[in-house]
């Protein structure tokens, strides 16, 4: 059974950070391009971040450029999103998603429960 776990949210200061994981398990994670969705509060659900399944190519939505990072280990099957100078249009509920290929694009099959974050002061 595939699962996806994420962790790591919380509530932080605006300018502050914090660092995302996301624990995959029931499948081989190093086959596999994975992404991360946000969903604020009372709004639609954005896509965020992007990574092939090897790691070496990355993609992110213009709002979190040069602030966000998307990176994985695949040794560990674990999946990050580093987050700095967090703003309050951060807040949101984060998920893990899997696509069903080695490349990023399409939709995805598997999400995680998400994990919250918020930015305040």
């Known amino acids: 059974e595939v699962q996806l776990v994420e962790s790591g949210g919380g509530l932080v200061q605006p300018g502050g950070s914090l660092r995302l994981s996301c624990a995959g398990s029931?499948?081989?994670?190093?086959?596999?391009?994975m992404s991360w969705v946000r969903q604020a509060p009372g709004k639609g659900l954005e896509w965020v971040s992007a990574?092939?399944?090897?790691?070496?190519?990355?993609s992110y939505t213009d709002s979190v450029k040069g602030r966000f990072t998307i990176s994985r280990d695949n040794a560990k099957n674990t999946l990050y999103l580093q987050m700095n100078s967090l703003k309050p249009e951060d807040t949101a509920v984060y998920y893990c998603?899997?696509?069903?290929?080695?490349?990023?694009?399409?939709?995805?099959?598997?999400w995680g429960k998400g994990t919250l974050v918020t930015v305040s002061s």
């Open positions: 998603t899997k696509y069903p290929y080695r490349d990023y694009g399409g939709g995805m099959d598997y």
């Open positions: 029931g499948f081989t994670f190093s086959s596999y391009a």
């Open positions: 990574i092939n399944s090897g790691g070496g190519s990355t």
